[in-house]
């Protein structure tokens, strides 16, 4: 019984002792969007501000930059100049943006209208946004290649120097998308 016991013991400390070796990753904002890159945009099916519908397959061999948003989302509203200004230095290279956001089509043309945002916008249900799995809080930034494939996910967009922390994912996102439009010639 000893020798079991013994034996027991130096088994168990082994596991605990590497166990401990191993690195711990916490379940974070900015773990769950690296887990993202490489993975497929989901399939989905929403209302565009008129009220056509838009699925995935529209952005077929598009490279896209999608904005999860909202219209009482602080954040989301801040961010919207830093992305407009994206719109008007790639939407020429061939870059479609597009806003999902759970606002109905009507509020979201209203609030279009009187803010000036550049982006396509699409309606989903708050149900239909979270079985899409890719945005992990509001506003969340979504890169897609040409193939379909996630390159890269951020939260807010700001290249203001006074947001170090917002401004080199920034970077790292234009950089990739940069790198994107130069496999396409354009």
Known sequence: MKTHLFFF???SLSLWANAQDVPVKWATQETFFEELAGKDLPDFKGLT?????FSKSELKD???LINFWFEKCPPCIAEMPELNKLVNQYKAKGVRFIAITYDSPKAAKKFQKQNGY???????SMDE???LNINHGFPSNILIGK????LYATANISFADDMPEFKAKSILL????KAEI???GK
């Open 9 to 11: 013991f130096f088994a």
């Open 49 to 53: 501000i008129k009220k056509i519908p």
């Open 62 to 64: 598009q490279i896209v």
């Open 118 to 124: 550049k982006y396509e916008i699409v309606s989903l």
């Open 129 to 131: 946004i979270r079985k």
């Open 147 to 150: 193939d379909g494939k996630i």
């Open 174 to 177: 234009e950089e990739k998308l």
């Open 182 to 184: 130069a496999k396409t």
